[in-house]
DNA sequence: TCATGTTTAGTCCAGG
DNA sequence: CCTGGACTAAACATGA
């Protein structure tokens, strides 16, 4: 019996939705974060079905990232521009599939209104808060330094239309509490392809990334914060289950303690 | 200009 | 039959 391949659903369509197939490819980048091009990616290098009608199925793609709040849309990072936003999982919806089966989802993700307000609020902010900082990169001269107006105590709180109902910074985003570490093996399985051109990242679970970039301090310090507080709430609290490429398909893997 | 993102609307199908 | 989820199509807006 030929060994199966990873690529043995050959130009049938495998039973994965559309958001399975976009989890998946989340789930197998270091950041759990992707752009939208990164996710075409994966999805036509492991299913060559999906290198025919790319049209059809990458609007639907796009409909689903939209339309399903179980998808977050985060800003880029001021030091890593780009055409469009990464793409990741809202926390609450990492058990949206039944016992971490792909093939079955428990029921649609939706957010209540104010979950989603204030994410949106969050959002909103960092994209704000991106834009000052690229501006303000752009105008300055390399040597003329940061002003104390851009501390990051103020930058954090510059949210377009400040509303007292909302939290006063992520703490509305971040689930309660820290959870306890867990082996995390889900890169190996998926066996990624080593990508030569985006820089290396930082991980997830450090506290404090590190930027590549040697910029002088409160923009970088205060943008390294408020991302390293919205992604480590939105990709670290809640570890999804583990799934492998087993047998030509993803199946869900058991943790063994 | 084109890729990306949003929104609306329609069909199909499975399950209650 | 009704409802919800998945899928498709299309129009439109936005930004690099």
Same mark, same amino acid.
């Given at each position: @019996? !030929?060994?199966?391949?990873?690529?043995?659903?050959?130009? %049938? =369509?495998?039973? &994965?939705?559309?958001?399975?197939?976009?989890?998946?490819? #989340?789930?197998?980048?270091?950041?759990?974060?992707?752009?939208?091009?990164? #996710?075409?990616?994966?999805?036509?290098?492991?299913? !060559?079905?999906?290198?025919?009608?790319?049209?059809?199925?990458?609007?639907?793609?796009?409909?689903?990232?939209?339309?399903?709040?179980?998808?977050? =849309?985060?800003?880029?990072?001021?030091?890593?521009?780009?055409?469009? +936003?990464?793409?990741?999982?809202?926390?609450? +919806?990492?058990?949206?599939?039944?016992?971490?089966?792909?093939?079955?989802?428990? =029921?649609?993700?939706?957010?209540? =209104?104010?979950?989603?307000?204030? /994410?949106?609020?969050?959002? +909103?902010?960092?994209?704000?808060?991106?834009?000052?900082? /690229?501006?303000? %990169?752009?105008?300055?001269? $390399?040597?003329?330094?940061?002003?104390?107006?851009?501390?990051? %105590?103020?930058?954090?709180?510059?949210?377009?239309?400040?509303?007292?109902?909302?939290?006063?910074?992520?703490?509305?985003?971040?689930?309660?509490?820290?959870?306890?570490?867990? +082996?995390?093996?889900?890169?190996?399985?998926?066996? $990624?392809?080593?990508? %030569?051109?985006?820089?290396?990242? !930082?991980?997830?679970?450090?506290?404090?990334?590190?930027?590549? @970039?040697?910029? !002088?301090?409160?923009?970088? /310090?205060?943008?390294?914060?408020?991302?390293?507080?919205?992604?480590?709430?939105?990709?670290?609290?809640?570890?999804?289950?583990?799934?492998?490429?087993?047998?030509?398909? &993803?199946?869900?893997?058991?943790?063994?303690?």
């Amino acid at each position: @019996m !030929p060994r199966p391949t990873r690529e043995s659903y050959g130009d %049938q =369509k495998p039973p &994965f939705s559309y958001i399975a197939l976009t989890a998946m490819a #989340i789930w197998s980048s270091p950041e759990r974060m992707l752009p939208l091009s990164e #996710i075409y990616r994966f999805i036509t290098d492991r299913f !060559p079905y999906y290198r025919r009608n790319t049209q059809r199925w990458q609007n639907s793609l796009r409909h689903n990232l939209s339309f399903n709040d179980c998808f977050v =849309k985060v800003p880029r990072r001021p030091d890593r521009p780009g055409k469009g +936003a990464y793409w990741t999982l809202h926390p609450q +919806a990492f058990d949206m599939f039944e016992n971490g089966s792909l093939l079955r989802r428990r =029921k649609r993700f939706k957010l209540h =209104k104010g979950d989603k307000d204030s /994410l949106n609020a969050e959002l +909103a902010a960092l994209a704000t808060f991106n834009r000052a900082f /690229l501006a303000r %990169q752009a105008s300055s001269t $390399p040597s003329s330094g940061m002003t104390s107006m851009y501390a990051p %105590q103020v930058a954090l709180c510059s949210r377009p239309s400040p509303d007292p109902m909302d939290g006063p910074d992520t703490a509305a985003l971040l689930p309660a509490g820290p959870r306890p570490r867990r +082996a995390f093996t889900i890169d190996a399985l998926l066996e $990624p392809e080593p990508r %030569q051109t985006s820089p290396s990242p !930082p991980s997830p679970q450090q506290p404090q990334p590190h930027y590549p @970039m040697p910029l !002088p301090a409160p923009y970088l /310090l205060a943008a390294q914060r408020y991302h390293a507080e919205l992604l480590a709430g939105l990709q670290q609290s809640c570890l999804p289950p583990l799934w492998t490429w087993r047998d030509s398909q &993803f199946s869900h893997y058991t943790l063994n303690s």
